[in-house]
């Protein structure tokens, strides 16, 4: 199995072929750290990263990335971590501005401003957990507020 990991980079404008992913899709776990930035990114999936595996997002920025369908900024087949970094200004034509079959964990986090028809900020069918994370001006269009 190949673990891509992205490190104190910037990523931005890219538009994602195969349906995911509009910087990153992987069959197996992405680990973003570092202070990197996926920005400005598009795709039918996981408008910055699309994956089967789990993502990880530590000490970094998803800003202002979009989807047709799931995931504006983020969407994962595995568990999705997300410490100490901003995901701000995603949207999804469908659900959430992350997309997650596995479990949630978000930790010391600034959601600001992502939009998608279900679900503004997560659509989940597993637990999610918070931790002193900030919330601010995120919209569902439907349902699941």
Do not use: C, K, Y
């Not at 995931?71 to 999705?80: R, V, Y």
């Amino acid at each position: 199995m190949i673990t891509s990991v992205v490190a104190g980079l910037v990523i931005g404008v890219i538009l994602g072929s195969l349906g995911g992913g509009g910087a990153i899709q992987s069959d197996a776990s992405v680990a973003v750290r570092n202070h990197s930035v996926l920005a400005g990114n598009s795709a039918a999936n996981g408008g910055a990263i699309a994956t089967h595996g789990p993502i990880t997002v530590t000490d970094s920025a998803v800003n202002d990335n979009t989807s047709a369908a799931n995931g504006g900024a983020l969407f994962a087949d595995g568990a999705i971590e997300i410490r100490r970094s901003t995901v701000d200004g995603n949207g999804s034509g469908s659900h959430g501005g992350v997309a997650v079959a596995g479990t949630v964990v978000i930790s010391g986090s600034t959601f600001h401003d992502n939009q998608a028809q279900a679900g503004g900020v997560v659509q989940v069918s597993s637990s999610v957990t918070i931790e002193s994370s900030t919330f601010t001006a995120n919209h569902a269009r439907a349902t699941h507020g």
